[in-house]
């Protein structure tokens, strides 16, 4: 069956950083795009990050200079690099592949506050 299992998350200061990690079951992912997205309390799921299989990325307007989406295909691995956070940063971010599809990680909890 196959997963996504996300990790990294976590408490941080404004400013702060962390790098999140998106690992699936089977190397079959390294042949589709992958996507990171957020959901915040009493919001929609939104799209953070997008990366092709060949390494084309994409952002929301709100995070672009400050994180950056990036994938190895040896370790089945998506990772988003989380820079200058804010609190409006805050949220419960999901690991989607192949993109647009409805396979989902269980997500990662990420708060930013002081």
């Known amino acids: 069956q196959v997963q996504l299992v996300e990790s990294g998350g976590g408490l941080v200061q404004p400013g702060g950083s962390l790098r999140l990690s998106c690992t699936a079951s089977?190397?079959?992912?390294?042949?589709?795009?992958m996507g990171w997205y957020r959901q915040a309390p009493g919001k929609l799921r939104d799209m953070v990050a997008t990366?092709?299989?060949?390494?084309?990325?994409n952002y929301v307007d709100s995070v672009k200079g400050r994180f950056t989406i990036s994938r190895d295909n040896a370790k089945n691995t998506v990772y988003l690099q989380m820079n200058s956070l804010k609190p409006e940063d805050t949220a419960v971010y999901y690991c989607n592949g192949p993109l647009g599809s409805n396979y989902w990680g269980q997500g990662t909890q990420v708060t930013v506050s002081s």
């Open positions: 089977t190397s079959i992912f390294r042949f589709y795009a």
């Open positions: 990366i092709t299989s060949g390494g084309s990325t």
